[in-house]
């Protein structure tokens, strides 16, 4: 029993010591107005706040409320079988659950006395209730029914049943038999068919299939085929069996006889004479010369001796031919022959004609006897590089080898010249063909080919277990086709196939002897008849797990039990004496429990089941650089449950192999070569799933090869405004830099460490003091002239601070909502509470990119909520958390089934509706609740843009490979849920949302192969910021608001405080990078598109890209898609992703950067070259330049703005080559997004910038910082300026220089600042300023043997010489004294500084070393290494508080070390100053004359002039001086100068009506 004790301090102050955990804060303590603070608590609270039993102390303002508690005799829980205790004076009663009796319901009321089984039926009795084993024939729960035997239809085709007792009859149909009617009676049994015929069974018959020739009934006649008379010609038919034949007359032949025979066929006519057909006979018609029965004698022409001139006669068939005398031709040789007639001259030669013969004349080009021969023009092979000459007549031709052309041949034909290589390749020509050289990203001979890196389809499901028990394999496979990879794509990396164990258990054993019980005939397990096993399953919220399938630990695979809607379940048969159960539910670890007996046949269990945790990454490996040589080692953990089985590392994207490198964790690579350079990553695997590290780069570098360029970068400053340099006419000046970039250096033997401990970077080897002229001034300026590689600050450590605050927007008006005292949450641990402005911070030793932080607002103002935070290289970091507003709550009946509206636009149906079921509420103690419950929800509707920054986590989820993979919302929501009271209840059933397709952008036609669509329900991990997957959604028809239609319809499991998201995984084609840099200014845009070189980069600018879905078929454009946040780095960049396709159609994107609240605006348009037509025209600007939007078409490999995901380009460098994405490795120089910061920015001179880069800068005598570590000290001055106009401003000027201590320095400026006055809301006629200026302090200068800083000579140190100086020249110092100020400066801090100046608008003096000074000096110090001196001094002098925090409220009118007034900083001149006296006929009055004698410009010795005498009550003030003067006045009236605080310049001679001391 805990007692709950009050001590009354004082009226305000009251102490109660509390029990809590599981209660809220307003059941320990009421406070009657300002909130409880935990004093002391004995235990520390986690991410849900105090855990149950914890003892606090909290102290309450204005009273509080003692909790009475009284012994509780429940506590010992001695109500058996689920009965609930109720505490009562000195005792307790047992409500006992059904089916239970007794004081402690400890018996088990037996329902079968009553005999209520009929017809022999036995009873069983069970808890609460009894079964009937009936007798055969008999049913119902009292076994009263007699079963009806025919109610099953068991008489088959058309027979009828008749019920029977415990039976029945069946009368058949005609043509079937059997108990049933299932016989059909087979008519073929008498083999009724003749002839060869087959018979077919019919029902009540059957049918003949007759043999070929037989027709029938039974096939029983001969068909008659000669009844056609087939037969032509004359021939006879003979009749066969099925067929006949045809015995033809002389001349005929054929099947029918229709064929005459032909006796020509034989060809019988000799000597080509012609044969011509009879009937049985042929003649022939013999050919000219021939003669014969068949043309056999050839008849002789020559007989008549025809031929002349002694010409030979040849026969010939039916003729003959002469064979000429030489000179004589004709058929007879009768004619002599002219030898000139056959033209016998060629290619145009002229022929003479002789006797017997002739001679030819030729033409140019062509020689021979008959000028037959074409001279050779090709002799002299005039065809250059293969040419084929071609003679011509008197001239050639020439036929070029392909590739070539000219008359010659002589000219290379350039095949380039069409520019055949797509997508940016690069041709080069070559003889008749060409290669093309393809930019990144594509292959092809043509570059054709969209080059696409294989990607592993999802896991198939493992297959059945090889064996049933004593141990066996499963295998599951995976293919590499989502997509497959093309040409020059790579192959997916890692196994297409797995394995694991599987049914591990032992085999059942018919020879073993059950301890008890009987073992089934399975032989697997013991069972007690009549015995009962109850349990009760649970998750670690103590909240009922239904549907978790039970199983005897002796036989794993069959299903007994499962629990129902409240975590029951009860097992008959169960040995009382104990058994050991498996639970087994999807999402959760598989549990096992032995059961407690609580008498001879009862038993019961209770068992907690734990969820699945997918791997987390806790530790990522290190970007390296190494010499050739050196080793390396990489890191790598992860948690989760079950606990991680294996770590697989990969290079570039190909797995490491294992047994070569020996990993597992930790990969060591020892003697590193060039080749060892690349891209490494670890992934971390268990049987829930897996997950890759960040990825860490490892350069090497050839031994002896510089890491750094010597020569340095561009590093270009502006100077002070009134610095012009003649040479440039501008105020710019290149100081150069060393980047800062990591570097190779001695690691001794700590090149092995996770982290190196070591770091080295490019820092300045060689510096050079240089002089510029300004106006009336110089300047020392450091210039780095060479650069190497050192020693340098850089840590792993991560300073996390921020504000986390909500907006309340009413009224036209903005008021923020701090999250008070609420808790920051990473990892599942409390690492702060918020202050009560809402400010946190933490310190945190990563390596990650990034980390998922929740915040949970224990007064339930604000949406618990979980952002995802990205890290830069700034060892700090500042957040602004921006909070949903919690909406109020509603009331529901958890009796009741309760519909939950999900959606903020206003007039509009909600986007979708959330059904809870009745009875599904529990305590946090797992019991049941029943009353009413206080629900609040909170929706970020992607319809509603007011909602897109309070989007969750990432939209990011990991698949089964362990890739991240970027997600499309379609909503978002968080549920808790209270008593009256303000318990948080949990709940313990199924939710089913009903999503509106109408007001949604979910394709429902994305479906997969089970029916389910691609869009998913998902919740988040807190953890790691990541969503898993909870349930599926489908597409169905339902009633809702009284009126059915098609919804989108899925179940799911809901936890409290865990957001849930209708969300879809896009593929990756559709994903796509963003690239935005952020600028100082227009002119360090312009000037670095310009150079190449990076110019006024702003590092640590929030940039988010807000992707919307243009998308049609849906009322409300432009819904939220995805939404990423990230922070500049490296040279101000950051890519972000959006989503993306080909036509731009789809999504649009909106980008907006801000810095500390400054919303940076997007460069015109018109500035930008190189962006693709489409992209550039969508490009718009809106918002006053605040937001750049465009739409988003998928690029081709293109230098950005926008760049496809998984778009890698191989880089080389000195340290070889490897692969990286092209975004993240674009420059300036590339094309990108850009904005710049157009509000006023403080100056700083010289440039120094707080991040790890700055911390590694050689220390000088000259440095702002003599240290760069917890020593480091910082001052700020606060100085107040008086203004006539409302809302005025001016710049405040602080210049610092040697005070004169450490002669070397004295007069040399150490640096400049210089700040904008805030404006005072309550007051907007005046305003202040916070202005750092050099600590007066040691004097030290980095030594070259690399050791820490060192004095040039022992105890150097320096005061500092400070100028202050309004900028605004209508603006002066104040003239006045009071008791706080005297001209301008505090009368505190003039007791301790020396030399002072007052010169119009300029103070100036010198603060001495070794003072604290403080806020009533307004001088703020504080000292921290980093930022953390530099943000404490200034939240000290903002603020006057010193106990440090953000989001305190600034003070305005106090705290100030300088004043200045400025009667009007836009327009006048100052007027004359004028000093007022008290008039002798005045005096003791507030009456005042304008007397001659002024304090400034009077050369009268004080000592030599008297005031009047005058004398008021008591008080006499004789021969005073002025000093006296003023304060006795001031002593004895009352009276203060602090009045002219308000003196109106225009009206001098009024005196503020409030003026009193």
Known sequence: MRVITGLLLCVTIVLCVSVVGGRSVNRRCKAKSLTDTTSSCDKEPNSKGYPHGTVCIFSCRLGCVKDKVASDECASDPCNNGGTCADVVNGYTCDCAAGYAGDDCEIDIDECASDPCENGGTCVDDINGYTCDCAEGYTGDDCETDIDECASDPCNNGGTCTDGVNGYTCDCAAGYTGDNCETDIDECASDPCENGGTCVDDINGYTCDCAEGYTGDDCEIDIDECASDPCENGGTCVDDINGYTCDCAEGYTGDDCETDIDECASDPCNNGGTCTDGVNGYTCDCAAGYTGDNCETDIDECASDPCENGGTCVDDINGYTCDCAEGYTGDDCEIDIDECASDPCENGGTCVDDINGYTCDCAAGYEGDSCETDIDECASDPCENGGTCVDDINGYTCDCAEGYT?????????ECASDPCNNGGTCTDGVNSYTCDCAEGYAGDDCEIVVVDGHWATWGSWVSCDVTCGGGVQTRTRTCTNPAPTIGGADCVGNPSQTRPCNDWQCPDCSRVCEEGTLTAACDTCTCDGHVLTGHVTDNRRVPLSDADIFYAENPLDSVASTDGMGDFMLSGACAQGVEIIVRRTGYFEARANSTQHNATTSSVRVNMTAIVKPIITEHPQSKKRSAGQDVTFCCAAHGNPTISSYEWFKDGQVLDQAMYDYNDTLNIEGLTVDDSGVYRCRANSDAGAKYSDEATLEVEESGMSSCPVQPEENVINLPDDCVQEDTNSTTYDIGTCGGDDCVGDLGGEDKMCVDTKRFCCVPTSTETRTVQCSGYSLNVTVTTECGCGSCVKTFTKRIQGRAYGVNNTNNASTEVPLTFGAVIMDGQVVDYTSDTGAFEFTTQTTASKISLTFRDYFKELVTSTRVLSFTDSDTLNFDVVLKLRPPPVTLMSSETSVIDLGTVDGVDPLAEVDIPANSFFTAEGKAYEGEVKASVSFIDPRNPDDFDFIQGELTAVDVEGEENTMQTFGMFNMDFETEDGDALELGANLTVHIDPSQSNIDITDVDENGNLRTKIWILDTESGLWQEAGNLRVGSASRRRKRSTFIIGEFEYVADYPCNFDQIEPYERRCYVKVHAYDSVESFLRTMATGRATGVVNGADVAVVTTSNRGGFSYDNSLSVYRTGRTYRRGGICLETLCEPTGNDFSAKVHVVKARMHFKAVDKSLYSGFSTDLYNSIDVQDNGKTLSFDVFRPGPINGPVYRYGDYVRVRSRWGYWYDDRCYRSSVANNHFAFVNTAYQPYVFPPYTFDQNQYSQPITVTSWYPNENDLKKVCFIKVYVKFQNEHATTEIRVTSKGGGVYEPNTGVTYGIREDRTTSNPNDPTSGFVCVEFKCPGPILETQTNGTSPQPPYPGANDNTRITIFARSSICHHDRRYSSRTTEGIDNDLL??????????????????????????????????????????????????????????????????????????????????????????????????TEDSRDLETSTQDSTDWKWPVWTEASYTAESTTPDDYRYNYNEYYGYDYEGYDYYDYNNPWTVDPDYRG
């Open 1391 to 1488: 007791n301790d500084v020396s030399d002072v100046v007052r010169d119009g608008n300029t103070i100036e003096f010198t603060v001495p070393n070794g003072n604290d000074f403080g806020r009533d000096k307004g001088i703020f110090i504080q000292t921290g290494s980093g930022d953390t001196g530099y943000r404490k001094a200034l939240e000290y002098c903002r603020s006057g508080s010193d106990t440090g925090g953000f989001g305190k409220p600034l003070v305005y009118e106090n705290f100030h070390a300088i004043r200045f007034n400025c009667p009007d900083v836009y327009e006048g001149p100052t007027p004359e100053p004028r000093t007022f006296y008290p008039d002798d006929s005045t005096q003791g009055s507030r009456e005042w």
């Open 406 to 414: 000219g008359d010659h041949c002589e000219t290379d034909i350039d």
